[in-house]
């Protein structure tokens, strides 16, 4: 069992920025971050590998999401820029053993979820 421990959600103004971070418990072959609007499904945003050397971002969040991973820190980053009030959402860290396939990722841990609110 992987325990992932995220921080870093807020209040920001649309145009913004926010850097949520993800600390695993254990070792998995992937981490990513996926987000859930109220009343919306939840939806994948991003994934990087254990070592850091292959992402995966979803078409729609290309260009102002950015993920990281800090091998000393074991510490997984979303810098998120340019943010817009449809950006707000409840934002979970994720990670597993397998990679995405397409638009899709079936993580096996989940955090608890880090609120991101983004003002007009």
């Known amino acids: 069992q992987v325990q992932l421990v995220e921080s870093g959600g807020g209040l920001v103004q649309a145009g913004g920025s926010l850097r949520l971070s993800c600390a695993p418990s254990?070792?998995?072959?992937?981490m990513g971050w996926f987000r859930q609007a109220s009343g919306k499904e939840r939806e994948f945003v991003a994934a990087?590998?254990?070592?850091?050397?292959?992402?995966f971002y979803v078409d729609s969040m290309q260009g102002r999401f950015t993920i990281s991973r800090d091998g000393a820190k074991n510490t997984v980053y979303l810098q998120m820029n340019s943010l817009k009030p449809e950006d707000t959402a409840v934002y979970y860290c994720?990670?597993?053993?397998?990679?995405?396939?397409?638009?899709?990722?079936?993580?096996?841990?989940w955090g608890q979820g880090t609120q991101v609110t983004v003002s007009s």
């Open positions: 994720a990670a597993g053993r397998s990679w995405p396939s397409g638009n899709n990722w079936y993580p096996d841990y």
């Open positions: 990087i590998s254990w070592s850091g050397d292959r992402r």
């Open positions: 254990g070792r998995t072959n992937a």
